[in-house]
């Protein structure tokens, strides 16, 4: 994916200098420094309470398979978004 990107001319100078000591693009630059950004900041905390749901339901469906609990698949068929 392609996308412009607006910089002050220092943060550009500097990111260009980075770029030649580290022998990479601009592009692998940037995407390097979005990747570690986002990384630092962590994950959106929505979709990781989501996540945390869905490794408890996944638990429970799978312990109740083993005692001989109602099929996931019947529940599933029930469920509405």
């Not at 630059?29 to 929505?46: K, N």
């Amino acid at each position: 994916m392609q996308t412009a990107l607006s910089l002050p001319d220092d943060r550009y100078e500097r990111a260009e200098q980075a770029a030649q000591r580290l022998d990479v693009n601009r592009s692998q630059l940037y995407a390097r420094a979005l990747t570690t950004y986002l990384q630092d900041i962590g994950a959106d905390p929505v979709t990781e309470r989501l996540n945390e749901l869905a490794t408890e339901h996944a638990k429970k469906t799978d312990d109740s398979r083993i005692v001989g609990g109602d099929s996931s698949d019947d529940r599933l068929r029930h469920w509405e978004w």
